[in-house]
């Protein structure tokens, strides 16, 4: 399989004429390629992309919603405004005929990176050693397709922020253990909210490879990858503190990607789509500190002006990868496929699409 990095290098780089182009020609030009590729195209835009682009979007969502759209599709080209891994998923889940565009190689994520395939499978024989067969792994969506294939291998499935409680209970049904990959916060938040105690989970550490223990091995019901989403871990237990100091009538809701200090301190936390329907079914006036990204703050605080919104770091910023798709980017993607040309594509090879697929399907 081709790597991310091979991809970049193989891929043509976007013309310098679409950097100076001036962003109203830009939106004329994205809208009238999008009108001529007709149903051919379909647009997926996350949560956390730019306006300039969402604004393009056929659907938006969050990393659940966009895999169930991707997977309901019949257009020739699928353009994922999102990053690497949910472009990957979006090609596991359609067919032969589709191609999966990204607009920017470069937008990644760095959480998904933090687990790669070499270093799990060295994760995996070690804990099979110390626990034997009593593991099941399930991995967050926001993991490269590798990932996602060991664990289809090992039995086990995928989870997002919107179903991570569902998928825990069902895997802890199937083995007594489970190893959850990459992020150890999602991983920690869910398990504590059923039931299991912290001195029960373990944190494997993928650079020293070792295991991290708090409790006899025999006791151990979670081992935790440690990995976490840069953006996340920006909110703070102080800024909550300061916050109910000096505003303790605001609400506070936040990602489940942050600390377990952070979501324990808050009054509410859960998935992108659960923030948003939360403040959609608040009251005019209500108050709000959302620990999220900027992007999306932002456009609640534009969508919902009769509500006082506002993020919960005052000096957070966007999803640097994220952000790496805009409008020139898309607009240069839409240009080429009208011309016939194919960049960026995104392609997963047919044995792990095979053992991906077992993962994510258990989830969908």
Known sequence: MTTMLEQLILTDAMPESYLQANMDE???????AKTKLGSRLFILGHHYQKDEVIQFADATGDSLQLAQVAAQQSADYLVFCGVHFMAETAD????????VVLPDMRAGCSMADMADIDQTERAWSELQRVF???????????STAAIKAFVGRYGGATV???????MVRWALTQKERLLFLPDQHLGRNTTVKLGIKLEEMAIWDPIRNQLELNCPADDVKVILWKGHCSVHMNFLPKHIENLRMKEPDRRILVHPECTYEVVHASDDAGSTKYIIDTI???????????????NLVNRLIKDYPDRDIVS???????????NRIDLPHLTWV???????????????????TKEAKMALEKML
């Open 132 to 142: 034997g067969e009593t593991i099941i792994p399930l991995t967050y969506v926001n």
């Open 160 to 166: 997002t922020s919107s179903n991570a409680e569902k």
């Open 26 to 32: 830009l939106y004329e030009r994205a809208r009238a």
């Open 312 to 322: 919960l770091n005052p000096y957070m910023c966007p999803c640097l990868t994220m």
């Open 334 to 352: 839409l240009e080429s496929l009208v011309e016939g040309r194919v960049p960026n594509q995104i392609t997963v090879d047919t044995k792990r």
């Open 280 to 294: 959609a079914a608040s009251t005019p006036g209500s108050k709000w500190a959302i620990g999220t990204e900027m």
């Open 92 to 99: 596991i889940l359609s067919t032969e005929k589709q191609a």
